[in-house]
Every structure is written in structure tokens, then in C-alpha cells.
């Protein structure tokens, strides 16, 4: 079956289009309130997750980087896949953080390919709650060569005990990779 389309040579002279413009228009303002409903939120939260620093790293080096979580919450789990650039990185290995104890941790899945991580997590098992800083989880990276990734969160989401969402700040990091020359 063919798709059948209508097309207008010239607007109508009775402006049948003007009710149409005053549609969109109600539909921007309303877009543009619900925008302003969320920078509002946004302003309001108080959980954020930070990458830990590790400074300039060497080609062939491997190192850790973890991922903190900081300000006020009521964590009972959270989620999140993970993206780098591959060029620059090989994810090596993932490492449970110390904040949830008792909790079901899954490393999720490494693709070096597409410098991705997905499916990382940890639940609480049973009642309780984490409201104090602390990591999340260890990222254990080798360098592949010089240059500079992004190491960057991604489908990020923190619950507490009653699976409400937490809001959260997300800060991504960068690593540089470059050969350190001894002056000698």
C-alpha cells in the first residue's frame, strides 16, 4: 500500500493556520514550565556522585578510579552503566565500594570494544539504608596510550527503601594519558 500525501500550494486566505500558532504557543509556554519545574529540581538536589582524582597516568599504567557518592541521601541501591574512550582506556576489572554492606553487587558487563560498562549495581539486601559519603565502586583502568577519555556515567539511577528515586549530580572526570619525560 502507498502512503498517501496531501500537499498545500498556498495557505488558505481565511487564516485557518492562526489556531494552529496559538496551539503551538500554549504547548511552548507549558513545555517552557515544565523546563522551569526541573531546574528547580535540579536545584534542589543534594546527593552528588564524583569520580576520585588520579592525576596525569602513564601509557601502560594501570590505576583505580573510584566513584563517591557525597551530600545528603537515603541510599538502598543504585544503577548505572559506565562510558570511556577505548582508544585511550581498557577497562580492566570492577571492585564493590564499601557503602553498601550486606548488599547484592553486580559488576555488570565490560565491552573494552565500545568502551562501555553496563548493568553495574548493588542492592541492599534486607532493610537498611546508607546515608553517609563513601564509594560506590572501584574502576581498575590500564592506559592504553596517550591522549585524553572521558570517563563518564550513564542511565543513572539511585533509589532508597521505599524505590523512590534519589535526585543526583552527576560530576563525569577526565584522564590524560602522556609520557613523563625526566629533565636529565
Known amino acids: 500500500m ?7 500550494k498556498s495557505f488558505p ?10 496551539l503551538l504557543g500554549c504547548l511552548i509556554s507549558l513545555g517552557t514550565g515544565s523546563l522551569e519545574a526541573q531546574d528547580d529540581v535540579q536545584d534542589n538536589v543534594e546527593t552528588t556522585l ?16 573510584d566513584l563517591t557518592i557525597e551530600g545528603k541521601f537515603n541510599l538502598a541501591g543504585w544503577e548505572t552503566g559506565i562510558l570511556f574512550n577505548p582508544d585511550i582506556l581498557e577497562l580492566v576489572s570492577v571492585e564493590e565500594g564499601d557503602l553498601l554492606k550486606n548488599a547484592l ?14 548493568g553495574l549495581s548493588s542492592t541492599l539486601l534486607g532493610k537498611g539504608e546508607a546515608s553517609t559519603p563513601g564509594k560506590l565502586v572501584t574502576l581498575n583502568f590500564k592506559a592504553r596510550q596517550e591522549g ?11 533509589g532508597d527503601t521505599e524505590a523512590k528515586p534519589i535526585p543526583v549530580s552527576i560530576i563525569d572526570t577526565e584522564i590524560t594519558v602522556e609520557e613523563v619525560t625526566v629533565p636529565g
Open 13 to 22: 486566505s481565511f487564516p485557518l493556520w492562526l489556531p494552529l500558532i496559538c
Open 50 to 65: 564524583i569520580f576520585s582524582d588520579v592525576g596525569t597516568i602513564t601509557p601502560g599504567q594501570t590505576f583505580n578510579l
Open 105 to 118: 553487587f553486580q559488576p555488570g558487563a565490560i565491552d573494552n570494544g565500545a568502551g562501555s560498562i553496563t
Open 148 to 158: 585524553k577519555s572521558f570517563v563518564r556515567l550513564d542511565s543513572t539511577n539511585l
Open 2 to 8: 502507498r502512503p498517501t500525501f496531501v500537499v498545500f
